[in-house]
């Protein structure tokens, strides 16, 4: 038997075009809503299922990405026994960041990356280069935007 895990969704954006693709990979994954909702995509709600095979986020994500490059989303897959898990998120004419994560959705960043980001820099903190901190700043900016926008 293959390792499973539970796999989220959150849905910030979504043109009306892209609707019947999202709506496919929420139900080739099994995803049901967290809240009561209509049998439509419903914004900003988490969408979930207990039990998917080990790199259905990667799956759901490429599918996403390829079938409804407008759709602002958010997934992850939760950890098995001492792997990471897995967290995609993306916003159209932002970008897309993927990394591994917590069983909360929390990217996770080693402490070596920062550390030898740290040891490598130059003296002055305000010259210190570009690191999985600051690269991805203005991303998760948005992202915070988009998780606090109001829902219609």
């Not at 709600?45 to 259905?56: D, H, K």
């Not at 898990?85 to 897309?96: E, F, Q």
Request: glycine content about 8%.
């Amino acid at each position: 038997m293959s390792d499973r895990s539970a796999l989220q969704l959150y849905i910030y954006a979504l043109p009306e075009e892209d609707r019947a693709a999202a709506q496919l990979g929420i139900d080739d994954n099994c995803l049901e809503p967290c809240e009561p909702s209509s049998s439509d995509i419903t914004l900003g709600v988490r969408y979930q299922t207990e039990q998917v095979p080990v790199g259905s986020a990667h799956g759901l994500a490429v599918h996403l990405l390829a079938s409804a490059p407008g759709t602002a989303f958010e997934l992850w897959q939760d950890p098995v026994f001492e792997h990471a898990g897995h967290y995609v998120a993306h916003l159209p004419g932002i970008g897309t960041y993927e990394g591994p994560c917590d069983s909360h959705g929390s990217p996770l960043v080693k402490l070596t990356e920062v550390l030898d980001t740290v040891a490598t820099a130059p003296d002055s903190p305000s010259a210190l280069p570009e690191d999985e901190f600051t690269r991805h700043g203005p991303f998760f900016a948005a992202l915070q935007r988009a998780q606090a926008a109001p829902r219609s």
